[in-house]
T-cell receptor, first 112, second 115 residues
Framework: EADIYQTPRYLVIGTGKKITLECSQT?????MYWYQQDPGMELHLIHY???????EKGDLSSESTVSRIRTEHFPLTLESARPSHTSQYLC???????????FGEGSWLTVV | AQTVTQSQPEMSVQEAETVTLSCTYD???????LFWYKQPPSRQMILVIR??????QNATENRFSVNFQKAAKSFSLKISDSQLGDTAMYFC????????????FGGGTRLMVKP
């Protein structure tokens, strides 16, 4: 399995709370990604990064924000969670120029 | 923009038998990659097999093989000698060469291997 870790794996929080989903990889990959996946549905890219201090929005609009201060770390933050944010969030990474993406185990977020 | 379609939301197969999962895609790109990813219940998504569009030979990884038909924009996955551990969601995905590994995923096929 790939060396990419997400915490928390499962989180239930109240509406209006601020949350940060952590993602770390120990493979030295330059590129990192966040995908959102509703249960039983396809994945949609919401954020990606080419390297330190690089962040871009993906195909699916998201109210979340990301930062990339260190190569190995790519946290995702929701300033004020809403029930519509309930979903699974998958972090991934790849080498620059490579074509294989490695995924973390995902963070299941439920906003009540 | 690319689209990936998996027309089989759910499939089942008996252990030790062979099953084929379908995937079609639409793109105007000529150079791209195609992937099959496996997502077991509550576990990490892992790459099963990858195909470069410029290669005519179908990719094979042990019990997993693909039937890549570029003209038809079809990319099916064949699992031979199915095992209980193959039970998972399977996602077909597309990435253009110049898209920096941005994957476009299909809707997934839930495969159940029955003992």
């Amino acid at each position: 399995e790939a060396d990419i870790y997400q915490t928390p794996r499962y989180l239930v929080i109240g509406t209006g709370k601020k949350i940060t989903l952590e993602c770390s990889q120990t493979m030295g990959h330059d590129k990192m990604y966040w995908y959102q996946q509703d249960p039983g549905m396809e994945l949609h890219l919401i954020h990606y990064s080419y390297g330190v201090n690089s962040t871009e929005k993906g195909d699916l609009s998201s109210e979340s924000t990301v930062s990339r201060i260190r190569t190995e770390h790519f946290p995702l933050t929701l300033e004020s969670a809403r029930p519509s944010h309930t979903s699974q969030y998958l972090c991934a990474s790849s080498v620059a120029g490579g074509n294989t993406i490695y995924f973390g185990e995902g963070s299941w977020l439920t906003v009540v | 923009a690319q689209t990936v379609t998996q027309s089989q939301p759910e499939m089942s197969v008996q252990e030790a038998e062979t099953v084929t999962l379908s995937c079609t895609y639409d793109t105007s790109e000529n150079n791209y990659y195609l992937f099959w990813y496996k997502q077991p219940p509550s576990r990490q998504m892992i790459l099963v097999i990858r195909q470069e569009a410029y290669k005519q030979q179908n990719a094979t990884e042990n019990r997993f093989s693909v039937n890549f038909q570029k003209a038809a924009k079809s990319f099916s996955l064949k699992i031979s000698d199915s095992q209980l551990g193959d039970t998972a969601m399977y996602f077909c995905a597309f990435a253009a060469y110049n898209a920096g590994n941005m994957l476009t995923f299909g809707g997934g096929t839930r495969l159940m291997v029955k003992p």
